[in-house]
């Protein structure tokens, strides 16, 4: 075994390798399995591994598009129950709105608020609407600042009265202290709300493009 070794090592070793016409058996032999094994790695390498990263690529995108398809899907589903909850919120939205007064019903609103107090036996030590409203997006706020006098069960159930109007209006920063004459008095900051015109809400947004406009100068 030794010997054919050597032989065969010998044999390679006279083996002029730039000419393949003198070649013997076992170096044909050879350069034949390095070919086979060469043709089908570079293929690999050239070609194959391409189509497998984008094979790979191809099953994440199916993946993707499979979790895009479940989501349309299950959105058309419920469409019809998102359109319903659409139309309650709509529903409530108009509730609340119809709740805050427009411009002209404002001195109405003040009004009941001052007859809630006098109707429970309070004393009206103040009753000052601020000079400006504060104007949100679709409605303005007016703070009232109110200082009454009496007992302290009257001065709760006026606050009661006042959580019942018909128009929202909220008592803010609230604060009793000893009066005269063994009664009360409370601070208070009531809170009423109207909902503005359209002529308002067009100034408003006009307002706001022009502040826009001039801020990206």
Not at 49 to 55: E, G, I, V
Not at 111 to 137: T, Y
Not at 183 to 207: G, N, S, V
């Amino acid at each position: 075994m030794a010997l054919n070794l050597n032989a065969l090592v010998e044999e390679f070793k006279r083996t002029n390798w730039q000419d393949p016409g003198t070649w013997r058996v076992a170096p044909k032999l050879l350069v034949l399995l390095a070919i086979l094994i060469a043709v089908p790695v570079a293929g690999f390498f050239l070609d194959t591994q391409q189509q497998l990263n984008d094979l790979e690529s191809g099953r994440n995108q199916e993946e993707s598009l499979k979790q895009q398809y479940l989501g349309k899907k299950k959105q058309a589903i419920n469409l019809d129950l998102h359109r319903q909850q659409l139309r309650e919120i709509d529903t409530q939205f108009g509730a609340l709105l119809r709740q805050l007064p427009n411009k002209s019903q404002m001195d109405a609103l003040l009004v009941d608020i001052n007859q809630a107090g006098l109707g429970r036996g309070l004393q009206f030590d103040l009753f000052k609407p601020a000079a400006n409203e504060s104007v949100k997006d679709f409605y303005a706020e007016l703070p009232i600042q109110v200082k009454v006098l009496g007992t302290y069960h009257d001065m709760g159930a006026f606050a009661s009265d006042v959580g019942q109007l018909s128009r929202i209006v909220t008592l803010n920063n609230v604060a009793i202290n000893a009066g005269k004459d063994g009664t009360l008095l409370m601070d208070a900051t009531a809170r009423t709300f109207r909902y503005l015109d359209e002529d308002e809400i067009a100034a408003q947004r006009k307002a706001q493009a022009a502040k826009k406009g001039a801020k990206k100068r």
